[in-house]
């Protein structure tokens, strides 16, 4: 399986949230990005990229 998991960096530390599991696609939207996971549910985030792991199948994401 190569999907990731996606979590939300607070602006004022490191700590991750995990905002959704078996992400699949990861697309920009006019506010955001817009996160659908293998299952077909989405979630849209006012959030930017911050970083990607591959490696460790993780998607970072900062509030905008």
């Known amino acids: 399986m190569c999907e990731a998991n996606a979590y939300l960096v607070n602006n004022d530390d490191d700590h991750k ?16 990005i817009k996160l659908t ?5 989405q979630k849209f985030l006012k959030a930017m990229i911050y970083s990607l792991s591959l490696v460790d199948h993780q998607v970072i994401l900062k509030p905008t």
């Open 37 to 41: 996971n293998i299952f077909g549910d």
């Open 17 to 32: 949230e995990l905002v959704m599991e078996a992400v699949d696609t990861v697309e920009p939207v006019d506010d955001g």
